[in-house]
């Protein structure tokens, strides 16, 4: 169970808020790491993680 003193609101949702930078957070955009909460940001910067992809043009694909 999350301690109610680590919780905020954000975007109308409660959740977690970033224990690494302040950030607010809803539960969905937390990432555990440990004990700890992170947003996607510090998470990369506290475990060196990159993304395993790296995004493209397709072509005939339209997007609105």
């Given at each position: ?12 949702q ?18 555990p790491?440990?004990s ?6 510090c ?12 995004g493209?043009?397709?072509?005939g694909?339209?997007?609105k």
């Open positions: 169970m999350t301690d109610k003193s680590r919780l905020g609101i954000h975007e109308g409660i959740g977690p808020i970033c224990d690494f930078c302040g950030s607010r957070l809803t539960f969905g955009q937390s990432i790491i440990d700890d909460f992170a947003c996607f940001d998470y990369q910067e506290v475990t060196s993680a990159s993304s395993s992809t790296e493209k043009v397709v072509t694909l339209p997007m």
